[in-house]
């Protein structure tokens, strides 16, 4: 059982990640370290492969549990495409953080087919291993000094087995509603980073290009004609994307 974190102070800022790790022998090892400047995306993804890699050498699954929907919806879902298409977005873009999705993808390939679980968590709600691993990777980002545990499970101080029943990723209800009322569909969603405009197909596309970058903007356009007043507001043009 692993639980990884990441964290960055100004995202992007100094920053720092966390791993706490329970085997089936009842032994508990902590891990943690700092980079600077960085994201939070960086720091999350830093998170769960420094915990494939202290686990090279120990076979057997893994369960894995994380609060960040963008490590867990990149390599359950995104990944697909991105290495499809040569590592470019659907909209033609490069991917962000490649090299860290490149090195996850080859530890998860090593260790065997199916032999990862991925599960999330919500942060800051009360489970134990969640809030150390938030704990360690805050504590590394800030600069302040973190003492990491190692050694049997009857002597660390945290419930590591307290879980919720429910560890899969949130979705948006269809239909889901604001005051009462039912949400327009998307016809596309925008996201300016880096002073470059792009049109994306879902939601979730859009928000791993913006997540965790600093001064990037997004909104859904629910027609042709919305799309292009926002873009306008943007200063762009509709050709623009």
């Given amino acids: 059982m692993v639980f990884t ?9 100094p920053g720092g990640w966390g791993v706490v790790i329970l085997t089936p022998h009842g032994q508990v090892f902590e891990l943690g370290g700092r980079a600077a400047p960085t994201t939070n995306n960086r ?6 492969i420094q915990a494939l890699v202290r686990l090279l050498e120990t076979p057997g699954p893994l369960a894995i549990y994380t609060d960040s929907t963008y490590v867990i919806k990149g390599i359950r879902e995104w990944i697909w495409g991105w290495r499809r298409r040569g ?13 860290l999705w ?11 087919k199916d032999a990862i679980e991925w599960h ?6 009360g489970i134990p291993g969640n809030e150390r691993v938030d704990e360690i990777a805050d504590g590394f980002a800030v ?9 049997p499970v009857t002597g660390y101080p945290r419930r590591l087995l307290d879980l919720p029943a429910d560890t899969s990723v949130p979705t948006r209800p269809a239909g889901a509603t604001t005051g009462g009322k039912p ?23 859009c928000e791993a290009r913006v997540k965790g970058r600093s001064g990037a903007r997004f909104k859904k356009a629910v027609s042709k004609a919305d799309e292009a007043a926002i873009l306008r507001g943007w200063h762009f043009e509709p050709g623009d994307v």
């Fill in 5 to 13: 974190d990441g964290a960055a102070k100004g995202n992007p800022g």
């Fill in 43 to 48: 720091m999350e993804l830093t998170g769960a």
């Fill in 87 to 99: 590592w470019k977005t659907a909209e033609g873009g490069d991917v962000v953080n490649r090299e």
């Fill in 102 to 112: 490149e090195q996850l993808w080859s530890l998860i390939v090593a260790r065997g």
């Fill in 120 to 125: 999330y968590v919500r942060g800051h709600s």
């Fill in 143 to 151: 600069g302040r000094g973190i003492d990491l545990y190692s050694g």
């Fill in 183 to 205: 949400k327009a569909a998307a016809y596309s969603y925008l996201s300016v980073v880096d002073g470059k405009p792009m049109r994306h197909a879902t939601w979730t596309e």
